[in-house]
């Protein structure tokens, strides 16, 4: 598999923010988002084999793992094949996915969190919608909000979708493109079923660090 980086921090996001947690981040992407902020992922990492990531990750001493990208589901059968491997060994495994591959056939033991793309990251007409159908209640949907039209149309989508009765839904406020405290206000006002969620990483750490 082609692996651009492996490193441990404090998990950032979703309800594991705060957690230590090892990563495993894949290389390449088959979306450009206006605010992604991975983009070295696209096209920088090393082939590795499976059980040499699985190794990497033993070292590092932490039972959270979160399998991430770039885009994970480009590889796929890799994929498919470490989270088994963790899972097996009694890890507790995330994979974060931007929601455009099929994630019917994931393993039921992890946890998925599709990151669904807002008209704001230029690619909300990526999305495969079909893939609400498959969230369990352990999943988490994560919507990165840029501006008042993105939050709009994201309480669209959960209402629409029922999303709030399935899974987790996350609403994050795009760093440095919305005020956090602008959306909290929203959702507040709303009264929406939703779980505000910050990028912790990017306060403790520098916004444009990378490997943490």
Known sequence: MKVCEIFTSIQG?????????????????????????????????????????M?????????????TGGEPLLQKDDTDQLSRMLLDAGYAVLI???GTFPIGAI????????????????MSER?????????????????????????????????KRGLSGRCTVLFSP???????????EWILEDRINVRFNLQLHKYIFRP???MV
Not at 36 to 47: A, I, N, V
Not at 55 to 67: D, M, N, S, T, W
């Open 13 to 53: 996001e979703s309800t594991y923010a705060g957690i230590p947690c090892v990563f495993v981040r894949l290389s390449g992407c088959n979306l450009r988002c206006t605010y992604c902020d991975t983009r070295y992922s696209y096209e920088e990492g090393e082939k590795l084999a499976v059980d040499d990531v």
């Open 55 to 67: 190794k990497r990750v033993e070292q590092a001493g932490r039972r959270l793992v979160e399998i």
């Open 96 to 98: 974060e996915t931007n």
């Open 107 to 122: 393993d039921r033991r992890v946890t998925v969190i599709i990151d669904v793309k807002t008209p704001g990251s230029g």
């Open 127 to 159: 999305i495969d919608v079909t893939n609400f159908e498959h969230l369990k209640t352990t999943d988490e949907v994560k919507f990165v909000i840029c501006d008042r039209n993105d939050y709009l149309w994201a309480k669209n989508i959960i209402e």
């Open 174 to 184: 795009a760093f440095g493109l919305l005020e956090p405290r602008k959306l909290a």
């Open 208 to 210: 444009d660090e990378r």
